[in-house]
């Protein structure tokens, strides 16, 4: 089954830096590829996501970027604000039997924006 | 829309005890899906349904677990008896279309306490 890796665990920058995180997956056959922003209390929420026939995405200070060949996906957060501080979660969708799907998380980055 | 709407948001209870937790998706979304939280394991899926059928259950741990979506607009997740190691925030979650096509849409979670 589908297998999604994500690093760093933690990540702590100065405020107006970049930050990226990277994630890794094992299932050739998956075709979509999710972000997720996770803050303290609440259900994690979609930020941006891009499928397999595109390989860089951007929503303002937010883009993702795709490796089909290396099998890897990437968030980019630019211009960083102590309010992105927070967990981000990046997904894979993995083919299951008949003709479903399901998606599998990363473990997680938990995102530090210091002033 | 009120989005996805969980209850309890906590529950604490004693092992052997019956625990059921409530969701109600977002109203015309097809799929609803059951996670499990914790810090050693992340975010797992536990099962999931389209149409009011369950589609794939292979992430539900043992036969303690069980879940029910009598319609549209209502689903379960019971556990009895409960261990302490059931302790987790569950998340419910629905979407319009399939998971490699469809944001999904979390609610804030049930979080489980079982001593």
């Known amino acids: 089954g589908e297998n999604v890796e994500q690093h760093p665990s933690t990540l702590s920058v100065q405020e107006g830096d970049s930050a990226v995180i990277k994630c890794t997956y094992s299932?050739?056959?998956?075709?979509?590829f999710p972000w997720y922003k996770q803050e303290l209390g609440k259900g994690p929420q979609l930020i941006i996501d891009?499928?397999?026939?595109?390989g860089e995405k951007k929503d303002q200070r937010i883009a993702v970027t795709l490796n089909k060949t290396a099998k890897h996906f990437s968030l980019h957060i630019t211009e960083t604000q102590p309010e992105d501080s927070a967990v981000y979660f990046c997904?894979?969708?993995?083919?299951?039997?008949?003709?479903?799907?399901?998606?599998?998380f990363g473990a997680g980055t938990r995102l530090a924006v210091h002033p | 829309d009120a989005g996805v709407i969980q209850s309890p948001r906590h529950e604490v209870t004693e092992m052997g005890q019956e625990v059921t937790l409530r969701c109600k998706p977002i109203?015309?979304?097809?799929?609803l899906f059951w996670y499990r939280q914790t810090m050693m394991r992340g975010l797992e899926l536990l099962i999931y349904?389209?149409?009011?059928?369950?589609?794939?259950d292979s992430g539900m741990p043992e036969d303690r677990f069980s879940a029910k979506m009598p319609n549209a607009s209502f689903s379960t997740l019971k556990i009895q008896p409960s261990e302490p190691r059931d302790s987790a925030v569950y998340f419910c979650?629905?979407?319009?279309?399939?998971?490699?096509?469809?944001?999904?849409?979390f609610g804030n979670g049930t979080r489980l306490t079982v001593t």
């Open positions: 299932d050739s056959a998956s075709n979509y």
């Open positions: 997904a894979a969708s993995s083919p299951i039997s008949g003709g479903y799907n399901k998606l599998i």
């Open positions: 109203s015309g979304h097809d799929y």
């Open positions: 349904f389209n149409n009011n059928v369950p589609i794939d």
């Open positions: 891009i499928r397999s026939n595109v």
């Open positions: 979650a629905s979407s319009l279309g399939p998971a490699n096509n469809s944001p999904l849409h």
